[in-house]
């Protein structure tokens, strides 16, 4: 959905918004990311001394994938945002000092662009499905939040094999 800044330009009163927005493209794009319900949108856009303001809330429904055990899990995605559009004929720098503010470069707000922008920064880099996620076998592949296995894991495990490495690097040097 766009807004059109004439329209906010004429306007006394905000304008308010209201729809869904479908970001289902972004599940092949994002790794972690298996389902997508249409996002909800609500909000309210001004203007204000030439600079145009969006307000609003955004919540939908996703299915991440675990980066430990890889198995799927509910993710509740839920925001309020403020965000400020600045027209490219007024100078300032405000848009290189805040994440917030973003320059306008036509006279339309792009807010299909927006929401998708938020919701990738609500996907976490590499999501758990529990803080205490075991994770999987590295040996034998068993999910072992579920089950146990009898690997030897201790030679293993990156981050332990990390550790020894750095300790056997150490040793010579003091
Ligand atoms: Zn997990
Ligand atoms: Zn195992």
Redesign the pocket.
Known sequence: MEIKTWELDRRKEELRFQYEEDLSHLVKEVDELRKISPVKVAGVAYETGGFYTVKGHLQSKAVLQ??????P?DYHIEVDFTEIFIPERIETNLDQENENVHRLTSDEIDLTSLVEEIVLLEIPYAP???EE???LCPVCGTNL?ELQCNCDKTRIDPRLADLAKWFDQNKDSK
């Open positions: 675990c980066s430990r055990c890889l198995a899990f758990v499905c529990q996620c075991k994770g939040n």
